[in-house]
């Protein structure tokens, strides 16, 4: 029963929101926004590292990685469609269900989404043309033009992507003149787009989009692994899943980077939504993401150290891996050992403080930030174990180069852990500086010790080829695991950047006023995101099976012309 | 092949059932949405005291920083010695007292940081109606000092509240039923439940006379008890315009009774 002198205000409504039955309007919006853009991503995505393992198929000569690279884009043309249905699915229930926060958004970008659409026609266009074109232009200059069109895709793709970034980041940090008193029209379109959120945003998604793309492809393969019926075909799904995964982790890696960006400029913009995200409503969220990458850390190195037994020379590595889980779980623990949150009074008073005694030690930033780049650290630590198991190098400066390689990441761990623990000695302010310490010297190992094993391993002798296919069928599972959890990652990730608004629909802008302007708490948020994820992989495993149709139906044709040929 | 098929969606429903699971096990907390506060003829000091404890609390946003004490001071209890802020807000700028002091901190923040603190706080008017700040200037000042906004202040002069024009406050007498209407389970434990941020009321009357209750619950500053200083300020001193004299009487009555 509310409060005497407390009434929910008598927002005029009248015509600025639809209804949905059963499910009501945000949540038709939310599950057709969210699997809209996990097609989205997908198809942003897969074209990227499409063009480049063409590339290496071009300059190697290896039809290996063309035929890899062609398979990738026969993806791209099912799930295309898909994207765009659920874009146009997205478009109706908005205007349908907003219409007044729709003629807003259109007041301000109505020439921005006729060229949108626009470029989606070309976009299409140059996508048939690529796949459909594979065979015609296969060698010499052709396949150059090609290649061509396959960045073409690629550009075109990431103006569309750029200028729904625009949309939706104005929507989170409007530009500093607009108020609610501003008419759209009076609201200049590049001033709208170009606003402190859009750039970090974009380049979060890039990198985003070719994780999500990678770790979809290699569940792709990880299925075809299991269903193949040839050792011919488990080969080839079994190195298609591990060049998904290579892609996925190693553009993962780099990801939190990118957030970290994205986070500074949201604290410039307004540091009540900084706060809000980090440390107000939302600072439980951060504990599940952290439950979410230390799945995503577990599964890619078991993926590799399962990987590792079908390497010849990869035993000597192997007992090092048990000492690796450890360090990766207790890195995981601290990272998701709650610190900042909203607490009651009488959780405070449970915890005798703002914090608790003990956990207080390990929550805070210095502890995380250290057991982070830990975790990226033995992350690498695994690939470069993969990488070097069948390889006996031949330089003279072999020994030299490995005893580098080591002190770099004995360098790199020690200036972690220096910052980490230095960082309970000093102030705040003094403290956050020192992440940039460790990143870079992550980063700088990470670099410097890959173009050592470069160079390291030229020439180096062959301890046995790689046995493609042996792989054991549960590190097929830990595919699934990587694509399923990285795709629920999308939608939380989602719901923070989009639930920081809280009750805005333009930030201090335009107001929420319908009955779903509170944004809800993380359990149907949960279910949301779920839901959205079912759907999503639903569709996409019917898109993969109509692909296998489609392969099937090629290959039967195929004969039949060689014989009439 | 179905084998494989059922294994794989096991696997893909297991792990989304473990991450709801989680999103599920953890607090939930919602985001508010401002309401409109509908003062008209009830303007009391309670009553904005009230209202703006709803708003700090939730939709203003407030807890987020003031609450932890490390983004900005801690507002509802001691901050540097110097008591919660409404014993402090009258000697944070010369010149300003309390009020104005507060009603700066809401609208122009730049203008005054506290020492050791960034300026990170964002003008209010762009979050919140006029008449919720006041509403939360009054509960701020609630905290350790006198209520001195005014009708005026909120802009519904010549509405001050009249008794009779006055929503009815609960007319029960049942102290249990007391307890509960005015919050004070929120601090106090009883029947050995609750939290410890106030003194329990179990043994509350073989600890203290009925004299001391009576005080205690018009004056919670008069005296501070042993072993909570940490929250002293705390406690609303509202419950003197809250409580009618029987309900005052009956609240005594019964924690002086509680041996």
């Given at each position: 029963?509310?409060?005497?002198?407390?009434?929910?205000?008598?927002?005029?409504?009248a015509?600025?929101?639809?209804?949905?039955?059963?499910?009501?309007?945000?949540?038709?919006?939310?599950?057709?926004?969210?699997?809209?853009?996990?097609?989205?991503?997908?198809v942003?995505?897969?074209?990227m590292?499409?063009?480049?393992?063409?590339?290496?198929?071009?300059?190697?000569?290896?039809?290996?990685y063309?035929?890899?690279?062609?398979?990738?884009?026969?993806?791209?043309?099912?799930?295309y469609?898909?994207t765009?249905?659920?874009?146009?699915?997205?478009?109706?229930?908005?205007?349908?269900?907003?219409p007044?926060?729709?003629?807003?958004?259109?007041?301000?970008?109505?020439?921005?989404?006729?060229?949108?659409?626009?470029?989606?026609?070309?976009?299409?266009?140059?996508?048939?043309?690529?796949?459909?074109?594979?065979?015609?232009?296969?060698?010499?200059?052709?396949?150059?033009?090609?290649?061509?069109?396959?960045?073409?895709?690629?550009?075109?793709?990431?103006?569309?992507?750029?200028?729904?970034?625009?949309?939706?980041?104005?929507?989170?940090?409007?530009?500093?003149?607009?108020?609610?008193?501003?008419?759209?029209?009076?609201?200049?379109?590049?001033?709208?787009?170009a606003?402190?959120?859009?750039?970090?945003?974009?380049?979060?998604?890039?990198?985003?989009?070719?994780?999500?793309?990678?770790?979809?492809?290699?569940?792709?393969?990880?299925?075809?692994?299991?269903?193949?019926?040839?050792?011919?075909?488990?080969?080839?799904?079994?190195?298609?899943?591990?060049?998904?995964?290579?892609?996925?982790?190693?553009?993962?890696?780099?990801?939190?980077?990118?957030?970290?960006?994205?986070?500074?400029?949201?604290?410039?913009?307004?540091?009540?939504?900084?706060?809000?995200?980090?440390?107000?409503?939302?600072?439980?969220?951060?504990?599940?993401?952290?439950?979410?990458?230390?799945?995503?850390?577990?599964?890619?190195?078991?993926?590799?150290?399962?990987?590792?037994?079908?390497?010849?020379?990869?035993e000597?590595?192997?007992?090092?891996?048990?000492?690796?889980?450890?360090?990766?779980?207790?890195?995981?623990?601290?990272?998701?050992?709650?610190?900042?949150?909203?607490?009651?009074?009488?959780?405070?008073?449970?915890?005798?403080?703002?914090?608790?005694?003990?956990?207080?030690?390990?929550?805070?930033?210095s502890?995380?930030?250290?057991a982070?780049?830990?975790?990226?650290?033995?992350?690498?630590?695994?690939?470069?174990?993969?990488?070097?198991?069948?390889?006996?190098?031949?330089?003279?400066?072999?020994?030299?180069?490995?005893?580098?390689?080591?002190?770099?990441?004995?360098?790199?761990?020690?200036?972690?852990?220096?910052?980490?623990?230095?960082?309970?000695?000093?102030?705040?302010?003094?403290?956050?500086?020192?992440?940039?310490?460790?990143?870079?010297a992550?980063?700088?190992?990470?670099?410097?010790?890959?173009?050592i094993?470069?160079?390291?391993?030229?020439?180096?002798?062959s301890?046995?080829?790689?046995?493609?296919?042996?792989?054991?069928?549960?590190?097929?599972?830990?595919?699934?695991?990587?694509?399923?959890?990285?795709?629920?990652?999308?939608?939380?990730?989602?719901?923070?950047?989009?639930?920081?608004?809280?009750?805005?629909?333009?930030?201090?802008?335009?107001?929420?006023?319908?009955?779903?302007?509170?944004?809800?708490?993380?359990?149907?948020?949960?279910?949301?995101?779920?839901?959205?994820?079912?759907?999503?992989?639903?569709?996409?495993?019917?898109?993969?099976?109509l692909?296998?149709?489609?392969?099937?139906?090629?290959?039967?044709?195929?004969?039949?012309?060689?014989?009439?040929? | 092949?179905?084998?494989?098929?059922?294994?794989?969606?096991?696997?893909?429903?297991?792990?989304?059932?473990?991450?709801?699971?989680?999103?599920?096990a953890?607090?939930?907390?919602?985001?508010?949405?401002?309401?409109?506060?509908?003062?008209?003829?009830?303007?009391?000091?309670?009553?904005?005291?009230?209202?703006?404890?709803?708003?700090?609390?939730?939709?203003?946003?407030?807890?987020?920083?003031?609450?932890?004490?490390?983004?900005?001071?801690?507002?509802?209890?001691?901050?540097?010695?110097?008591?919660?802020?409404?014993?402090?807000?009258g000697?944070?700028?010369?010149?300003?007292?309390?009020?104005?002091?507060?009603?700066?901190?809401?609208?122009?923040?730049?203008?005054?940081?506290?020492?050791?603190?960034?300026?990170?706080?964002?003008?209010?008017?762009?979050?919140?109606?006029?008449?919720?700040?006041?509403?939360?200037l009054?509960?701020?000042?609630?905290q350790?000092?006198?209520?001195?906004?005014?009708?005026?202040?909120?802009?519904?002069?010549?509405?001050?509240?009249?008794?009779?024009?006055?929503?009815?406050?609960?007319?029960?007498?049942?102290?249990?039923?007391?307890?509960?209407?005015?919050?004070?389970?929120?601090?106090?434990?009883?029947?050995?439940?609750?939290?410890?941020?106030?003194?329990?009321?179990?043994?509350?009357?073989?600890?203290?006379?009925?004299?001391?209750?009576?005080?205690?619950?018009?004056?919670?500053?008069?005296d501070?008890?042993?072993g909570?200083?940490?929250?002293?300020?705390?406690?609303?001193?509202?419950?003197?315009?809250?409580?009618?004299?029987?309900?005052?009487e009956?609240?005594?009555?019964?924690?002086?009774?509680?041996?």
């Amino acid at each position: 029963m509310p409060e005497p002198f407390l009434l929910q205000a008598a927002a005029d409504t009248a015509g600025a929101y639809g209804q949905f039955p059963a499910i009501g309007g945000r949540a038709a919006v939310w599950i057709a926004a969210e699997v809209h853009l996990m097609f989205a991503a997908f198809v942003l995505g897969v074209p990227m590292f499409a063009v480049i393992t063409e590339l290496i198929g071009i300059v190697g000569k290896d039809t290996k990685y063309d035929k890899l690279s062609k398979e990738f884009t026969r993806l791209l043309v099912f799930a295309y469609s898909a994207t765009a249905l659920w874009g146009g699915l997205l478009l109706f229930l908005i205007t349908t269900l907003y219409p007044r926060f729709w003629s807003h958004m259109a007041g301000i970008f109505h020439l921005s989404m006729w060229i949108y659409a626009g470029l989606f026609f070309v976009e299409s266009f140059t996508l048939y043309l690529y796949y459909y074109g594979w065979d015609r232009w296969h060698a010499g200059r052709a396949k150059w033009g090609h290649w061509g069109l396959g960045l073409l895709l690629n550009v075109w793709g990431t103006i569309v992507m750029f200028i729904a970034n625009g949309w939706l980041t104005y929507m989170m940090s409007p530009p500093a003149g607009v108020t609610a008193e501003t008419l759209p029209s009076e609201v200049h379109l590049w001033n709208a787009l170009a606003n402190a959120t859009w750039m970090p945003i974009n380049i979060h998604r890039l990198i985003a989009n070719a994780v999500f793309g990678g770790s979809i492809v290699a569940a792709y393969a990880a299925y075809r692994f299991l269903s193949a019926k040839t050792d011919e075909e488990r080969a080839h799904y079994d190195w298609m899943g591990y060049v998904g995964n290579f892609i996925a982790i190693s553009t993962f890696i780099v990801l939190p980077f990118a957030g970290y960006y994205l986070g500074r400029e949201i604290y410039e913009y307004n540091q009540q939504m900084g706060i809000t995200m980090m440390g107000g409503f939302m600072s439980w969220l951060w504990i599940v993401q952290a439950v979410l990458i230390g799945v995503l850390f577990l599964a890619a190195n078991y993926y590799l150290w399962i990987g590792m037994g079908r390497i010849p020379g990869a035993e000597r590595f192997m007992p090092y891996t048990r000492w690796m889980l450890l360090l990766l779980v207790v890195c995981w623990i601290v990272w998701g050992t709650p610190h900042t949150m909203i607490a009651t009074r009488q959780e405070q008073a449970a915890m005798g403080g703002a914090h608790h005694p003990f956990l207080n030690m390990l929550g805070v930033m210095s502890a995380k930030n250290t057991a982070v780049n830990l975790m990226i650290l033995t992350t690498f630590l695994s690939f470069l174990m993969y990488r070097r198991a069948n390889k006996r190098p031949v330089v003279t400066w072999a020994r030299t180069g490995t005893i580098v390689q080591a002190t770099i990441f004995a360098l790199a761990a020690g200036v972690v852990l220096f910052y980490g623990v230095y960082g309970y000695f000093v102030e705040a302010i003094v403290r956050i500086g020192f992440s940039v310490y460790q990143v870079l010297a992550v980063l700088f190992c990470i670099l410097s010790v890959t173009v050592i094993d470069v160079f390291l391993g030229r020439k180096a002798e062959s301890r046995g080829a790689i046995r493609w296919g042996e792989m054991p069928e549960r590190s097929q599972y830990a595919l699934f695991v990587l694509a399923v959890t990285f795709t629920w990652l999308m939608g939380l990730m989602g719901f923070a950047r989009s639930g920081i608004r809280q009750h805005w629909h333009v930030w201090e802008v335009m107001r929420d006023t319908s009955q779903y302007a509170a944004t809800p708490a993380l359990g149907y948020a949960a279910n949301m995101i779920s839901t959205c994820v079912l759907i999503f992989l639903s569709l996409v495993a019917f898109i993969f099976w109509l692909g296998g149709l489609a392969e099937r139906a090629i290959q039967k044709a195929a004969p039949a012309t060689a014989r009439r040929a | 092949m179905w084998k494989t098929n059922l294994k794989v969606l096991a696997v893909a429903l297991a792990v989304i059932g473990f991450y709801t699971l989680i999103a599920h096990a953890i607090p939930q907390l919602e985001s508010e949405v401002p309401e409109s506060l509908d003062l008209g003829a009830n303007l009391t000091p309670e009553a904005l005291v009230a209202a703006g404890e709803r708003v700090y609390n939730g939709a203003g946003g407030c807890t987020a920083c003031h609450g932890l004490g490390t983004r900005a001071p801690n507002l509802i209890t001691d901050h540097a010695g110097q008591g919660s802020i409404g014993a402090r807000c009258g000697s944070r700028e010369p010149g300003k007292d309390c009020k104005a002091y507060l009603w700066e901190s809401l609208t122009e923040p730049g203008k005054f940081t506290v020492p050791g603190f960034a300026n990170i706080m964002p003008d209010m008017r762009r979050q919140l109606p006029e008449d919720q700040l006041w509403a939360v200037l009054a509960y701020l000042q609630s905290q350790g000092g006198e209520v001195t906004v005014t009708a005026e202040d909120v802009g519904f002069a010549g509405s001050a509240a009249s008794a009779a024009a006055a929503p009815a406050r609960s007319a029960t007498t049942d102290p249990r039923q007391l307890l509960t209407e005015n919050a004070c389970l929120g601090c106090h434990a009883i029947d050995g439940q609750g939290p410890p941020i106030g003194p329990s009321f179990d043994g509350i009357g073989r600890r203290i006379t009925a004299e001391r209750i009576r005080r205690a619950i018009l004056d919670p500053n008069a005296d501070t008890a042993q072993g909570f200083a940490q929250f002293a300020g705390t406690m609303p001193q509202t419950f003197g315009q809250q409580l009618s004299a029987a309900q005052l009487e009956s609240l005594v009555t019964f924690l002086a009774g509680r041996r």
